[in-house]
């Protein structure tokens, strides 16, 4: 068996994602192993995972019934034709996503990451607003400090410059709401923020600017994750909600991270009690171990592409991998976990004492907020002046150093450990946190 234990030397050709490659290869930071709440670094240390991965590793790490299901799968059928053939275990596991999934989002189509997802959705929309002859219906409208992968229609309705500004013209034809991220009124709220409904109705005036016959979709995360954890205001997806249907426009839910549990509920849609018409996911639904992404569909979009000539393709769009049986086995095998276990339903047992860990570090070195829901949390950290990131990406050097993942994006750590985690190895996170921002400058 090859020893990838020891760390190798030669760091050269991996460009890596998202990093500093320069800065990162001076000093890397290599995970070899992971076992349930814990990572193994490459010197040994045991480091608690404050992030699940990327928001991704619901069940812990390397779970027996997931692993074994891979292991089982790949003997038996490594791949099969994703167009025009099908294999039993992808219909099982739409069967099982659609069984659990809010009711009336009733079909599933699957792709390999979040930003696939999201691709998906957006050509869904358009194509259904054709499909039903209303083909001038091609605006689509994200909302700033929204995140939705990497790929051109994402950081397009996405709205993080940084992620944008490197890559010229995108998507035309693309509107923002604002953010509702309103630390003046609703700073240190647990939960739902009261303020801010209102920026819901700025859909209005994009509206009355463009029309409503000129706009197919408006696409939001529920609760933006990697942008810093903003939580919607008390009933501001419901007017975001109640707009779209009285123009007509289609709402899609980003649920890529609050998919599976995150909230204590199994999907946003069931915290918030707001239905979209097309449900993006990815990430947990094979507890991060396979890449695989699933979108929801309600059965009106759905139909309206089934009733044309029966031997043309209904939808001109699809991936090599969508619905590979290795990954629908490591997806069955995650569902079976979750319930198992109850992990999607953990809300109402850790949510309080998590809330409550999280904001005893009000008053701590350098925290201007803290906001949470469910089992994901920001402590969000006064910029120094010129250098805006540099406070919180010291504290997650910091932190892993001491032994804890936590994640940093701008000056906000944000926190999403496994839901697994027991009330102790919370208070061990928030100890990390606590010290880490002791230590900082
Ligand atoms: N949408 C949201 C809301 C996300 O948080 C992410 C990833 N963090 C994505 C899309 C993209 O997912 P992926 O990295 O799997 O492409």
Redesign the pocket.
Known sequence: MLNRVNAPNDLSAFWMPFTSNRQFKQSPRMLVAAKDMYYTTADGRQVLDGTAG??CVNAGHCRPKITEAIQHQAAELDYAPAFQMGHPIAFEFANRLVDMAPDGLDHVFFTN??????ETALKIALAYQRVKGQGSRTRLIGRERG????NFG?ISVGGIVGNRKMFGTLLTGVDHLPHTHLPAKNGFTKGVPEHGAELADELERIVTLHDASTIAAVIV?PV???TGVLIPPKTYLEKLRAICDKHGILLIF????TGFGRLGTPFAVDYFGVKPDIM?T??GVTNGVI?M?AVFVTSEIHDAFMSGPEHLIEFAHGYTYSGNPIACAAGLATLETYKEEGLLERGPELAPYWEEALHSLKGEPHVIDIRNIGLVGAIELEPIAGEPTKRAFSAFIKAFERGALIRTTGDIIALSPPLIISKVQIDELIDHVCAVLRAVD
């Open positions: 990327l928001w990451s979040g930003s696939e997802s999201v995140y939705h992968g990497v994402g995360e933006s994750g990697s980003d649920e890529v991270i993006i990815a990430k890449p992404g």
